[in-house]
């Protein structure tokens, strides 16, 4: 027997397709006008820091006559309706057909205020759907975490994060922790890398993009070698990385978003950062991912990284 809010309860299917994926739900004759190049430029512009062109989502266009029962469980959904008659609006929902499922309605009534209004919301709309791919991962990872490095982080940094089980304590000192995940797909090696390390805060210089290249530098030189001891990682001096503000679980929070190369070896990729200030023990805290997979798109390596680090919390 069961309860009458069992019966009515909405069971969902999990959500499909892959991470990066974007539907985007309108007819032929606008995708191929201004409706359909505002989409292009917001969801399918370049990502930055990484080694060679990668968009910031993979963009699957159909029309609206065609938007299936079958389609309906993607994950990340646009749905544009351009209607003479119809009000200009913009919902955002969770859970529509789909668990973890976020769906953006658009609904205009001329192609150019679709257009307008797709423009207009361009950077909200992308961290919108960027952000639930990262909580997604973060969901993953946290049923199935690693207890052993994530007890090394918690007692040298008062860190929580939800690791892999497949991550591996490659280095550990005193203010520092490599954490390793390696693997093949073929005979091609995919290795994504966590540093994790800290140091005196002294002033809010430390934030600059050049002490902080500078600082990752002096710690990747030091740990993170290649083939032998005379070569060592470095930031790519020649592509400055791109930084911003970002908020780590309320913390202040500056995001790097470069590439590395190891000195005097043939090997680099793509990184991503985040320094923040741990005030009660008056000292700044890094997690830094990196990931070398040579035949590999990168973007979504990269992710699983920043899902990883953006999950972090630090105990007060």
């Given at each position: 027997?069961?309860?009458?809010?069992?019966?009515?309860?909405?069971?969902?299917?999990r959500a499909?397709?892959?991470?990066g994926?974007?539907l985007?739900?309108?007819?032929?004759f606008?995708?191929?006008?201004?409706?359909?190049?505002?989409?292009?430029?917001a969801?399918a512009?370049?990502?930055?820091?990484l080694?060679?062109?990668?968009?910031?989502?993979?963009?699957?266009?159909l029309p609206?006559?065609?938007?299936a029962?079958?389609?309906?469980?993607n994950?990340?959904?646009?749905?544009?309706e351009i209607?003479?008659?119809t009000?200009?609006?913009?919902?955002?929902?969770?859970?529509?057909?789909?668990e973890?499922?976020?769906?953006v309605?658009?609904?205009?009534p001329t192609?150019d205020?679709?257009?307008?209004?797709?423009?207009?919301?361009?950077?909200?709309l992308a961290d919108?759907f960027?952000?639930?791919?990262?909580?997604?991962?973060n969901?993953?990872?946290?049923?199935?975490?690693?207890?052993?490095a994530?007890?090394v982080l918690?007692?040298?940094?008062?860190?929580?994060?939800n690791?892999?089980?497949y991550y591996?304590?490659?280095?550990?000192d005193?203010?520092?922790?490599w954490?390793?995940?390696?693997?093949?797909?073929g005979?091609?090696?995919?290795?994504?890398?966590l540093?994790?390390?800290?140091?005196?805060y002294t002033?809010d210089?430390?934030f600059?993009?050049n002490?902080?290249v500078?600082?990752?530098n002096e710690?990747?030189?030091?740990?993170?070698k290649?083939?032998?001891?005379?070569t060592?990682?470095?930031?790519?001096a020649?592509?400055?990385?791109?930084?911003?503000?970002?908020?780590?679980?309320?913390?202040?929070?500056?995001?790097?978003?470069?590439l590395w190369?190891?000195?005097?070896?043939?090997?680099?990729g793509?990184?991503?950062?985040?320094?923040?200030?741990?005030?009660?023990r008056?000292r700044?805290?890094?997690?830094?991912?990196?990931?070398?997979?040579?035949?590999?798109?990168?973007?979504?390596f990269l992710?699983?990284l920043?899902?990883i680090?953006?999950?972090?919390?630090?105990e007060?």
């Amino acid at each position: 027997m069961v309860s009458c809010d069992e019966i009515n309860e909405k069971v969902l299917p999990r959500a499909s397709g892959k991470s990066g994926n974007l539907l985007v739900v309108v007819d032929s004759f606008y995708w191929n006008n201004k409706t359909g190049e505002a989409i292009m430029q917001a969801f399918a512009k370049e990502q930055e820091g990484l080694p060679q062109r990668e968009p910031i989502f993979d963009i699957i266009q159909l029309p609206r006559q065609h938007f299936a029962q079958i389609f309906k469980t993607n994950r990340n959904i646009i749905m544009v309706e351009i209607n003479p008659e119809t009000k200009n609006k913009l919902t955002i929902n969770s859970d529509v057909w789909s668990e973890s499922q976020l769906v953006v309605t658009i609904s205009a009534p001329t192609d150019d205020i679709a257009a307008q209004t797709i423009e207009k919301n361009a950077k909200v709309l992308a961290d919108y759907f960027n952000n639930k791919e990262i909580e997604r991962l973060n969901q993953q990872y946290a049923k199935n975490k690693n207890p052993k490095a994530n007890n090394v982080l918690k007692n040298k940094f008062n860190l929580e994060m939800n690791l892999e089980s497949y991550y591996r304590v490659a280095i550990e000192d005193s203010n520092f922790v490599w954490l390793r995940k390696d693997k093949t797909a073929g005979e091609h090696p995919i290795n994504q890398g966590l540093l994790v390390y800290s140091y005196p805060y002294t002033s809010d210089s430390t934030f600059t993009v050049n002490s902080l290249v500078d600082k990752r530098n002096e710690i990747t030189k030091k740990y993170i070698k290649g083939t032998n001891d005379s070569t060592f990682m470095q930031t790519y001096a020649e592509y400055l990385p791109k930084a911003k503000e970002v908020s780590l679980n309320g913390l202040y929070a500056k995001e790097l978003r470069g590439l590395w190369l190891i000195k005097g070896d043939f090997m680099g990729g793509p990184f991503v950062s985040y320094s923040f200030v741990d005030e009660k023990r008056n000292r700044v805290i890094c997690i830094d991912g990196h990931v070398f997979a040579p035949k590999f798109d990168k973007r979504e390596f990269l992710r699983e990284l920043e899902a990883i680090a953006l999950g972090a919390k630090l105990e007060k």
